[in-house]
């Protein structure tokens, strides 16, 4: 397992060993799946992928979690420079996992509880287990009210307790549903 902003810091490399950028972020599914990464180009290999750089930013590509050989420590694509044209495509901002941190979470009684600070990324199978929440001050001292001594501001939550995401995070539970899983999780 490994975070996006853990991801976001890894190098691109073709099959034959030219660094071709670095990750910027993954492309999530409604099912909260990962279908590709988002690669930040690297100047000087823009015009040998023939593509145009935006006048004002970087040039972002996107590539298919099927046309990735490995990730450790750097991240490794299936074919080498001279292919590697073939198979990165222009980027879709509309599914970017980046989109999601710094979305407000709402408990499911409206209550904001926090925001998307980092999600968790299984990069075995390519799903999202779970998302890292900056909870909020005043959700905080609710939670910690004889419930959960020892938690931090930040906290674990499952995309099993996630309903929908949309300008929100929708959660199916309550503020006090989350004191629970807390005070579960730190009985362990």
């Known amino acids: 397992m490994t975070y996006l902003s853990e991801l976001r810091k890894k190098e691109v490399i073709s099959?034959?060993?030219h660094i071709i950028g670095t990750v910027q972020s993954a492309i999530i599914t409604e099912e909260r799946r990962i279908i590709g990464?988002?690669?930040k180009?690297?100047?000087?290999?823009?015009?040998t992928f023939e593509k145009k750089k935006p006048l004002f930013s970087s040039l972002f590509l996107d590539v298919k979690i099927e046309d990735i050989k490995a990730v450790q420590d750097k991240v490794i694509l299936l074919y080498p420079l001279k292919e590697l044209g073939l198979y990165l495509l222009p980027h879709?901002?509309?599914?970017?996992?980046?989109?999601?941190?710094?979305?407000?979470v709402l408990g499911r009684e409206g209550k904001v509880v926090g925001t998307v600070e980092?999600?968790?990324i299984d990069t075995l199978i390519w799903t999202v287990p779970s998302l890292l929440i900056k909870i909020k001050k005043d959700t905080l001292e609710t939670v910690k009210k004889d419930k959960c001594v020892l938690c931090g501001s930040q906290l674990?939550?499952?995309?099993h307790h996630v309903v929908d995401i949309g300008?929100?995070?929708m959660l199916e539970m309550t503020v006090e549903n989350?004191?629970?899983?807390l005070k579960n999780i730190s009985m362990r």
């Open 15 to 17: 099959a034959d060993g």
């Open 37 to 39: 990464l988002t690669i």
């Open 41 to 47: 180009i690297k100047k000087k290999m823009i015009k």
């Open 92 to 104: 879709n901002k509309k599914i970017s996992a980046e989109r999601l941190l710094g979305l407000e």
């Open 118 to 120: 980092d999600m968790e």
């Open 156 to 159: 674990h939550i499952s995309m």
């Open 167 to 169: 300008d929100y995070v």
């Open 178 to 181: 989350i004191g629970q899983i």
